[in-house]
């Protein structure tokens, strides 16, 4: 059965504390590994898609790596407004499987 | 770019009665759009896929007359709760996706449905 979790459920950050959350996955033909954060209340903002194990992408204080069997989001010297619950989702057929989220709180 | 807009942002109804929600791409042509379903805390759960004229596929558990999905077009997909029950209570979001090999699905603000 295709699936994703996530670890933390939640982290708790102080701001400026650098740490990296996790998305493991067991999908067959892989076509994609996509980040996206939430806001409470809002719909999910794309944030980066990695398609090939090795491959990175970095925005701002955000960095995606992908190895073959996870995902990492590492966050360097985070700031409050970091403050979200970030999804990491893969695509079998047309559909996404979302992990469950961790939710990332960043203390000033 | 990759604009996705949802109106309304939020509706409250009364129990019995039908709620539309609009679901437009802005400014990008959706080959396929989403409709999921949030409760508080929890992630995403895919209800449907629709296809530009196309019936939707809806995923096993979700009541295909109770929740009607219409792609009329590249741009616009809507979602009408009918005969509503608090139940219905939810957090609807949609997503749209453009195609030809790229995967990344974009979503709206969502939509807060409140059943009374």
């Known amino acids: 059965e295709d699936q994703v979790t996530q670890s933390p459920e939640a982290l708790r950050l102080q701001e400026g504390e650098s740490s990296s959350l996790n998305c493991s996955y067991t999908?067959?033909?892989?076509?994609?590994l996509f980040w996206y954060r939430q806001d409470p209340g809002k719909g999910p903002e794309f944030l980066f898609t990695l398609y090939s194990a090795g491959e990175e992408k970095e925005k701002e204080r955000l960095k995606a790596t992908l190895t073959k069997k996870e995902s990492f989001l590492h966050i360097t010297a985070p700031k409050p407004e970091d403050s979200a619950t970030y999804l990491c989702a893969t695509n079998y057929g047309q559909n996404f499987v979302f992990g469950p989220g961790t939710r990332l709180s960043v203390l000033p | 770019g990759a604009v996705v807009s949802q109106h309304p942002s939020w509706v409250i109804c009364k129990s019995g009665t039908s709620v539309k929600i609009e679901c437009r791409s802005l400014?990008?042509?959706?080959?396929?759009m989403f409709w999921y379903r949030q409760f508080p805390k929890q992630s995403l759960m895919l209800m449907a896929t629709s296809n530009e004229g196309s019936k939707a596929t809806y995923e096993q558990g979700v009541e295909k007359d109770k929740f009607l999905i219409n792609h009329a077009s590249l741009t616009l997909s809507t979602l009408t709760v009918t005969s509503a029950h608090p139940e219905d209570s939810s957090f609807y979001i949609c997503?749209?996706?453009?195609?030809?090999?790229?995967?990344?699905?974009?979503f709206g603000p969502g939509t807060r449905l409140t059943v009374t």
């Open positions: 997503s749209a996706r453009v195609g030809g090999g790229n995967y990344e699905q974009y």
């Open positions: 400014d990008f042509q959706a080959t396929t």
């Open positions: 999908v067959s033909g892989l076509r994609g």
